[in-house]
Nanobody, 121 residues
Framework: QVQLVESGGGLVQTGDSLRLSCAAS????????VSWFRQAPGKEREFVAGITFDGSARNYADSVKGRFTISRDNAKNTVYLQMNSLKPEDTAVYSC??????????????WGQGTQVTVSS
């Protein structure tokens, strides 16, 4: 069993940066690929970024390429999402999930509860 807890969300202005963290607990946490998803009010959940269990490969949605960076520190069982040049359209609840780095929700085995990111214009 793996538990995921997100942190780092908040209210920022356009152009600001935030770093989200996804802390995993469980003996096998570092063996899972992890993805970040987001869901804005009234919209479907969408894939943001993913990373393999060892960090050897990363995957990004086109909407965040060049602005967001996903990374992980397996010694700390934590995956990060560095978000730069934030835009109002990035406003959403961000959740991390274990089991896929391509955003394949059918492969996801564990979900975090999410952290709110609000970008004001």
């Amino acid at each position: 069993q793996v538990q995921l807890v997100e942190s780092g969300g908040g209210l920022v202005q356009t152009g600001d940066s935030l770093r989200l963290s996804c802390a995993a607990s469980g003996r096998t946490a570092s063996t899972y690929a992890v993805s970040w998803f987001r869901q804005a009010p009234g919209k479907e959940r969408e894939f943001v970024a993913g990373i393999t269990f060892d960090g050897s490969a990363r995957n990004y949605a086109d909407s965040v390429k060049g602005r967001f960076t996903i990374s992980r520190d397996n010694a700390k069982n934590t995956v990060y999402l560095q978000m730069n040049s934030l835009k109002p359209e990035d406003t959403a609840v961000y959740s991390c999930a274990a089991g896929s780095y391509r955003g394949n929700t059918r492969a996801i085995q564990f979900w975090g509860q999410g952290t709110q990111v609000t970008v004001s214009s």
